[in-house]
């Protein structure tokens, strides 16, 4: 067994084997979370970014949805104008999403006023320092601003992604290049294959003497059974101070078809992980009031509430059945696309 299986197998062993005093010690973490937690008249909750000090609200807008084909540009313009003026100032996106679209419609929104009311991410799939500077440009034209606040390498999915961005004329050269330039203020990483990616990630900036400031990756029920972000992730980036961005925590609506969870449940167990956001796909009305309504109702997990939490979705989520993002290539839009690498 070469050192890759050996490290694979431990970590699903560790996920299954789960105890109720891991599980504790996870509320535990949460409950010292909140107690840093802001909540608004509005109902928000709003958190503190890693080390940057930036407050974001604890449910950031998602970017793939709100580009999908069939909805009206104009109608999803005011939709996240609304999003902003009820209480979520995190604002998630990508290059690479609906050819451009989602970019361009966020852009929009922003418009009047709005850039400033927000904190603002984006992300690049080029792995060299030329690809990457480029789609960075790109972003910035259709967001329509002349900086993001937060710029991540988006799905470092391969053991060799973290070699390629750190490499010399590798992507990394081009995003420090564009913080200097004032194109930018923070750096990040994204990923949602497995956590033995995200800590070789972190372990080679480590190496390097680069602190990232924040990481996001899938956080949701099942996530805890397998392959687990939370268990082997978070708590490395709380220690180095290390915002974590969760995402995923319906995994495009196939958790639900587990009948183990509803759906503000979904919202409550990601809110009570000791992260800054939890990132959600909001592309229709109720969608965005629930997610509020989620961050309204919120209070931290007792230990008790947590641990039967996680036995009712024990035996669903032990074999990534309800995370395919992990399991297949479906999610892998790099694989698809590999000329979007660089």
Known sequence: MDRRDFLKTATVAAGAAATEQLLTQV?????????GDETKSDGMIYRTLGRTGERVSAIGLGGYHIGLPGQGEQETVQFIRQAIDRGINFMDNSWDYNDGASEMRMGKALQDGYRNKVFLMTKVD???????????????????????????FHEVLRLEDPDRIFAEGGAMEAVMEAKKAGKLRYIGFTGHKDPLVHLRMLDEARQRQFHFD?????????????????????????????????????????????????????????????????????????????????????????????????????????????????????????ARKPEWLG
């Open 27 to 35: 509320a535990k973490a949460a409950e010292n979370s909140a107690a």
């Open 126 to 152: 080029g792995r060299t320092k030329a690809e990457a500077a480029r789609q960075m440009d790109e972003s910035l034209r259709r967001l329509k601003t002349d900086h993001v606040d937060l710029m991540q």
């Open 214 to 334: 924040t990481a996001q990756m899938p956080l949701n029920v099942m996530d805890a059974h397998f392959r687990s972000f939370a268990h082997d992730v978070v708590p490395v980036l709380n220690r180095e101070g290390i915002a974590p961005l969760g995402m995923k925590g319906f995994g495009e609506g196939i958790i639900l078809q587990s009948k183990t969870v509803k759906p503000i449940e979904c919202l409550h167990y990601c809110l009570n992980l000791p992260i800054a956001v939890q990132i959600v796909g909001i592309d229709n009305q109720k969608n965005l009031d629930d997610a509020l309504e989620a961050a309204r109702t919120f209070h931290p997990f007792t230990a008790d509430e947590l641990v039967s939490l996680m036995e009712r979705t024990k035996a669903a989520g032990q074999t990534g059945k309800y995370e395919l993002f992990k399991t297949t290539s479906v999610f892998d839009g790099t």
